[in-house]
């Protein structure tokens, strides 16, 4: 009997040693450590025995105040089922989809089991998203065009706007896109107003 049960004690050590994320279990009431997985134990080394506030983040002279034990057990001790969230790691700076879950431990204590997977590409992808979407409202913003039919003048080209005013093509349309005018003459205009100067030679 006993050889069976170490025989299945090795299969289950093998399963989560094997599993590719994060797998501890910590006592509810002390916060001590009572099991690791290698994939653990390869990021905060063996902190059997410790504190996981300790072990698992960086800086804690204490619980952590973001610890999810409170959200795994109900008021009469039963526990509630399966709590998740996201969260940056303070040790490896790394973000993890984080499954926590209060069990019953093998001398009768409650304890939180929790399996956090790796999501760092995957929140990086969402902030470049949200970064590229961020830019291309403030070029939306900043765009400005004009539409329908603009009623101009046949004779000095100026366009009347909204309250009847009229305008100088270059002013009306300033403000109201983003365009810039800078001014010189055409061949046509040079050769009309400036005949005795060769602007525009061959022309």
Same mark, same amino acid.
Request: overall charge negative.
């Given at each position: 009997?006993?050889?069976?049960?170490? *025989?299945?004690?090795? $299969?289950?050590?093998?399963?989560?040693?094997?599993?590719?994320?994060?797998? %501890?279990?910590? @006592?509810?009431?002390? %916060?001590?450590?009572?099991?690791?997985?290698?994939?653990?134990?390869?990021?905060?080394?063996?902190?059997? +025995?410790?504190?996981?506030?300790?072990?698992?983040?960086?800086?804690?002279?204490?619980?952590?105040?973001?610890?999810?034990?409170?959200?795994?057990?109900?008021?009469?001790?039963?526990?509630?089922?399966?709590?998740?969230?996201?969260?940056?790691?303070?040790?490896?700076?790394?973000? %993890?989809? $984080?499954?926590?879950?209060?069990?019953?431990?093998?001398?009768? #204590?409650?304890?939180?089991?929790?399996? *956090?997977? @790796?999501?760092?590409? #995957?929140?990086? *992808?969402?902030?470049?998203?949200?970064?590229?979407?961020?830019q291309l409202q403030e070029a939306l913003?900043? $765009?400005?065009?004009?539409?329908?039919?603009?009623?101009?003048?046949? %004779?000095?080209?100026?366009? #009347?706007?909204?309250? +009847?005013?009229?305008?100088?093509?270059?002013?009306?349309?300033?403000?109201?896109?983003? *365009?810039?005018?800078?001014?010189? $003459?055409? !061949?046509?205009?040079?050769?009309?107003?400036? !005949?005795?100067?060769?602007?525009?030679?061959?022309?």
């Amino acid at each position: 009997m006993n050889a069976n049960l170490e *025989a299945s004690h090795n $299969i289950l050590l093998t399963v989560l040693d094997s599993l590719d994320a994060i797998v %501890y279990v910590a @006592d509810l009431q002390t %916060y001590e450590l009572l099991f690791l997985n290698k994939y653990a134990r390869e990021i905060f080394g063996d902190g059997i +025995g410790k504190p996981c506030w300790q072990v698992l983040q960086s800086n804690q002279a204490a619980p952590c105040d973001f610890c999810s034990n409170d959200k795994l057990v109900a008021p009469d001790g039963t526990p509630k089922g399966l709590y998740a969230w996201e969260f940056q790691n303070t040790v490896s700076r790394r973000w %993890y989809d $984080i499954r926590d879950r209060a069990i019953t431990w093998i001398n009768g #204590r409650m304890v939180r089991l929790e399996i *956090a997977t @790796d999501i760092t590409a #995957r929140k990086r *992808a969402e902030q470049e998203r949200e970064k590229l979407i961020d830019q291309l409202q403030e070029a939306l913003n900043e $765009i400005k065009t004009l539409q329908g039919i603009l009623p101009v003048c046949s %004779y000095c080209k100026k366009v #009347r706007d909204d309250e +009847g005013n009229w305008n100088k093509i270059e002013a009306y349309i300033q403000r109201r896109s983003e *365009a810039k005018f800078s001014h010189g $003459i055409c !061949p046509e205009c040079a050769s009309e107003r400036f !005949p005795d100067d060769d602007i525009y030679p061959g022309k």
